[in-house]
Nanobody, 121 residues
Framework: QVQLVESGGGSVQAGGSLRLSCAAF????????MGWFRQAPGKEREGVAQ???????TFADSVKGRITISRDNAKNTLYLQMNSLKPEDTAMYSC???????????????WGQGTQVTVSS
């Protein structure tokens, strides 16, 4: 099984920045996606950004221009750098993993526990 452990969440004022980290353990095969999702109270879970093993990246329209996703292969760690944060970015952010390929933000079946991001106005 793949294990994912997120960190880096916290409370920040609007306009601030946070860097989320996701440490991955137990990856066996080379073809996979890793991504960040978020879910706010009363809303459905949505994909934020994902990256495949070729480095191809997909962003949600709501965060384009404000976030970057990257991977440190030496540390087996995924990052989400979030800038210009808005109150509507407040959510539980979860790291996710899937083997193979598919439609954007689809088919993920390994999940971390999540890290809370709170943005105040």
């Amino acid at each position: 099984q793949v294990q994912l452990v997120e960190s880096g969440g916290g409370s920040v004022q609007a306009g601030g920045s946070l860097r989320l980290s996701c440490a991955a353990f137990g990856i066996i095969y080379s073809d996979y996606y890793m991504g960040w999702f978020r879910q706010a109270p009363g809303k459905e879970r949505e994909g934020v950004a994902q990256i495949d093993n070729f480095g191809r990246i997909t962003f949600a329209d709501s965060v384009k221009g404000r976030i970057t996703i990257s991977r440190d292969n030496a540390k087996n760690t995924l990052y989400l750098q979030m800038n210009s944060l808005k109150p509507e970015d407040t959510a539980m952010y979860s790291c996710a993993f899937r083997y193979g390929y598919g439609a954007p933000f689809s088919g993920y079946n390994y999940w971390g526990q999540g890290t809370q991001v709170t943005v105040s106005s």
